[in-house]
């Protein structure tokens, strides 16, 4: 239908650099506000930009039912001249003050639309970016609405993508306050201290100018007590009261349809002890998001509130490209939920199969991706804790890949690699994450709990000890091995038999299993497992770094055991000792097994230890000791006594007449 045709200009309200404002009618005779958008203003880039940013706000403002808002009659930024119809005729508030037209009898329903208006805004993640007497419209008496598009004002503000919990309290209490300032101002310019439900009023906004955000009280809070004040018998009055967003909640799950704010469900994804999560429709970005939703059993104590704010603090730190990014935080109202990026690929868990490892090629680019994740998370002090292949999910170009090609060792179909550059993987699932210098208020965890999942846990975490980065790493390398043997590197019959073995038991030789895999990939996931955190990598930034140059085929920073010195060198003496024993291995360890024991016995001076900690290498452990008058000095890798019988040592010499043992 042409411009002309749906509505008809009367009188201008406002000419702006954008945006003018006139009073006006639609095609069916209802009055309407009508704001043309300037046909120029697509010249400019900037311009543009803005422009679109206001019809963004516009499509989420057209999801709002039944609040305090001023009601989108109709919109089309697609016409010739784009335009917006806002509902109509009204009186603006700017107006009422200046021709001393607002009495005290006015105060509390303007307040209840104030804060309705702010209550809706919140529920679909949008900050108005400031109230003020301009963008406040009388419809009838004891009736008001709020422009909150904007365009009253000529400010943009973006709706709101919280970086955290705490920006978003920030945003919506700074909406609050210039509530509060709008209403003082009032007060004074109209003389109305004289009231005695005036004052209950400024009283109840008070408390919006405290020193700490997470002490402002939320618009909720300040519409519950402005309704407690008293009831009217106006039935105007009564309908603005009744105007609060409410969200019908079904026992149990919610189902497909229900609406969030902006954010209509259509599926649930999962669930857990915590809550659920959904796929839903973002009903303005026309996208599809993950929405995380709390237990509403959890959300009645403060620990599990805590937890789920905790939650979004850490996972908005972590925010990077590989990683299920933060969209939205809404903690007001009685179903607190997070908005997270969906990634439609589903899990890497899912092409789990027993006995089906998965092509090393593959692994390497989906790992890398993931571990990129944790590693811009671990430099922003970030540990997940709970790092397994079902927290890993595939984007839509890791499916398209496999629709064409089987992820499988076995199969001839893989010869194809993954294309380099990208993004085939994404970490998901924060829940257990903490900072690696945990402060008081976010250490929720008790003392000694096990937090994480027994197949994929650190040693650490299964004794209950402190975790940081390289508790990740481990989870990384556990991952690593059961994506490519097609089994964990450790099996039990109980969770606590799992916990032991991450303990105390060596994992099976990823060499047997995969002879063909590479000799850097085998000992990189070796270090990734070690049992003591030292002699791990310091982080997935470390880690990430050896995958890659795996994937490329160039040297890893892996210091491998010297070469066999080759026998065909004249300068080299070579010795055969055969030794016929007596007795079994199992009887002579408990002699062998003491250094300092079998030194004595065959006339070998004792050796001196000693430990140095390298920033980057981690403990360093070194020994000196003297033969014939020669100091022999060497450096003892790390090594780990895995078992009773078992021990392993490399020692690299500095002085003396050896190179290595």
Aim: with cysteine.
């Amino acid at each position: 239908m042409p411009d002309a045709v749906r509505f008809t200009l009367a009188n201008l309200i406002e000419l702006g650099p954008l945006v003018n404002r006139y009073t006006g009618s639609l095609s069916d005779g209802r009055l309407a506000e009508i704001c043309l958008f300037h046909r120029t203003a697509s010249n400019d880039v900037d311009d543009s930009n803005r422009i679109a940013k206001w019809f963004q706000r516009v499509r989420l403002i057209k999801l709002f039912d039944g609040s305090s808002c001023l009601a989108v009659q109709d919109f089309d930024e697609s016409a010739e001249q784009p335009f917006v119809a806002f509902s109509g005729s009204s009186v603006s508030l700017e107006d009422l003050i200046a021709n001393k037209s607002f009495h005290a009898s006015h105060m509390n329903s303007l307040a209840i639309a104030c804060a309705t208006a702010l209550v809706t805004c919140a529920d679909f993640g949008l900050v108005i970016g400031g109230v003020t007497s301009k963008v406040i419209r009388k419809v009838a008496e004891n009736n008001w609405r709020v422009d909150v598009s904007g365009l009253s004002s000529h400010l943009i503000p973006p709706t709101l993508n919280a970086s955290s919990d705490l920006d978003a309290q920030a945003s919506y209490a700074s909406d609050l306050q210039s509530v509060a300032i709008m209403i003082n101002q009032i007060i004074e310019q109209c003389d109305l201290q004289a009231s005695e439900e005036v004052r209950i009023i400024s009283g109840i906004f008070a408390n919006c100018f405290a020193s700490e955000t997470t002490e402002i009280p939320s618009a909720k809070d300040i519409l519950r007590r402005l309704n407690s004040i008293g009831e009217s018998e106006d039935a105007d009055y009564e309908a603005t009261m009744n105007t609060d967003v409410e969200i019908s909640i079904p026992a149990g799950f919610l189902l497909d349809g229900t609406q969030l704010g902006r954010y209509r469900v259509r599926e649930r994804l999962g669930s857990g002890n915590m809550g659920a999560v959904y796929r839903a429709e973002d009903l303005v970005e026309k996208r599809s998001v993950a929405i995380k939703v709390l237990n509403q059993e959890v959300t009645e104590g403060s620990m599990g509130a805590k937890r789920f704010a905790k939650e979004a603090r850490l996972l908005a730190k972590a925010n990077n490209p590989y990683v299920a990014n933060l969209f939205e935080i809404v903690s007001e109202g009685d179903l607190p939920y997070m908005v997270v990026e969906f990634v439609e690929g589903g899990t890497l868990g899912s092409l789990l199969s027993p006995a089906k490892p998965i092509d090393e090629s593959f692994v390497l680019t989906v790992m890398i991706d993931a571990t990129r994740g944790l590693a811009i998370a671990h430099s922003r002090g970030v540990v997940h804790r709970d790092f397994k292949p079902d927290n890993v999910l595939l984007t839509v170009e890791a499916r398209q890949w496999l629709a064409e090609h089987s992820p499988y060792a076995d199969s001839k179909s893989n010869a194809a690699k993954p294309e380099i550059g990208k993004i085939y993987a994404k970490v998901s699932d924060f829940g257990l994450a903490r900072t690696a210098q945990q402060s008081e208020s976010l250490a929720l965890t008790r003392e000694g709990a096990l937090m994480g999942t027994p197949l994929y846990m650190s040693p650490e975490q299964c004794q209950g000890l402190a975790t940081d980065p390289r508790t990740d790493v481990y989870s990384i390398g556990v991952t690593l091995f059961h994506l490519l043997a097609g089994r964990p590197p450790f099996e039990a019959d109980s969770q606590v038999a799992v916990l032991n073995l991450h303990c105390s038991a060596a994992p099976p030789s990823l060499k047997k299993l995969r002879p063909e895999l590479s000799d850097a990939l085998v000992n990189t996931i070796e270090k990734c497992l070690a049992k003591n955190p030292d002699a791990r990598y310091a982080d997935a930034g470390e880690l990430v770094v050896d995958l890659e140059n795996i994937l490329r085929g160039e040297p890893t920073s892996l210091a491998l055991h010297p070469p066999v010195l080759s026998m065909n060198d004249p300068d080299v003496i070579q010795f055969n000792h055969v030794w016929e024993l007596s007795s079994s291995p199992h009887q002579l360890w408990p002699y062998i097994s003491n250094t300092d024991r079998v030194n004595h016995a065959i006339g070998l001076p004792g050796v001196t230890y000693s430990v140095r900690q390298d920033p980057v290498h981690g403990t360093q452990r070194f020994a000196e000791t003297r033969i014939a008058g020669q100091l022999i000095r060497w450096q003892e890798h790390p090594y780990e006594w895995i078992e009773g019988r078992r021990l392993s040592v490399l020692r690299e010499f500095t002085h003396g007449p050896f190179r290595w043992f």
